[in-house]
Structures are given as structure tokens and as C-alpha cells.
């Protein structure tokens, strides 16, 4: 959420990861972070449990598409940086709609 506010954020004195090290830094680790969150509801996914994860490991791959993307593209100029970034956090809402909406799906 920090990403496309950089120029600002530096301006104001803030000292967070993004304005120390940049948009594309953010990014990677932006698309990192959605990869490792992919792969840990695989892992709940693939594990026996009362809930069946499989559901929500599909539900993952819709915010995974624009981590990867960030991870690879990693763009610098503050308009692209915010439609990216408003990508991600899109998809992460659908992400938890979805999830939310099998959870109680399942517990009717």
C-alpha cells in the first residue's frame, strides 16, 4: 500500500522498508510474499484436516497472478506502480471474499 506514495513518503521523513529501498524492492518483495502465502494453503491443501483447503488454494492463485507479476516487473514510475499496486490489493480482497464465502458455504 506504501509502494506509489514513495515520492511523498520520502519528502515526509519516513524511514519504512519501501522508502529506504525503493518501488522495486517493495515489489519483489511484494510477489515473494504472495508465493510463500500460495504455497503455505498448498500445504494445507495437500494435510488432512477437517476443512478442505483445496477450495482455497484456487481461491490463492488469484492474488498470486500480480504477485508474480511484481516480482518480475517491478515497475519504478509512480502511475504503474499504483495500478499494479491497486492489482495486488484488489485481488487480495477477492481472495478473502472468496474464502470467506466457502467458509460459510461449508458450514451451512
Same mark, same amino acid.
Given at each position: 500500500? =506504501?509502494?506509489? +506514495? /514513495? =515520492?511523498? +513518503?520520502?519528502?515526509?521523513?519516513?524511514?519504512?522498508? $519501501?522508502?529506504?529501498?525503493? %518501488? !522495486?524492492?517493495?515489489? *519483489?518483495?511484494?510477489?515473494?510474499?504472495?508465493?510463500?502465502?500460495? !504455497?503455505?494453503? *498448498?500445504? #494445507?491443501?495437500?494435510?488432512?484436516?477437517?476443512?478442505?483447503?483445496?477450495?482455497?488454494? @484456487?481461491?490463492? #492463485?488469484?492474488? /498470486? @497472478?500480480? *504477485?508474480?507479476?511484481? #516480482?518480475?516487473? %517491478?515497475?519504478?514510475?509512480?502511475? !504503474?506502480?499504483?495500478? /499494479?499496486?491497486?492489482?495486488?490489493?484488489?485481488?487480495?480482497?477477492?481472495?478473502?471474499?472468496?474464502?470467506?464465502?466457502? #467458509? $460459510?458455504?461449508?458450514? /451451512?
Amino acid at each position: 500500500m =506504501e509502494i506509489p +506514495d /514513495l =515520492e511523498g +513518503d520520502i519528502a515526509g521523513g519516513k524511514n519504512y522498508f $519501501v522508502a529506504r529501498h525503493g %518501488r !522495486a524492492a517493495g515489489f *519483489a518483495v511484494a510477489g515473494l510474499i504472495g508465493i510463500l502465502a500460495t !504455497a503455505s494453503i *498448498a500445504a #494445507l491443501a495437500n494435510g488432512r484436516y477437517a476443512i478442505d483447503f483445496r477450495p482455497v488454494f @484456487l481461491f490463492s #492463485l488469484v492474488p /498470486l @497472478l500480480p *504477485a508474480l507479476y511484481s #516480482l518480475v516487473m %517491478r515497475p519504478r514510475a509512480r502511475e !504503474a506502480a499504483t495500478r /499494479l499496486a491497486q492489482a495486488n490489493v484488489g485481488c487480495y480482497l477477492l481472495f478473502i471474499l472468496l474464502t470467506d464465502a466457502y #467458509l $460459510v458455504f461449508i458450514r /451451512l
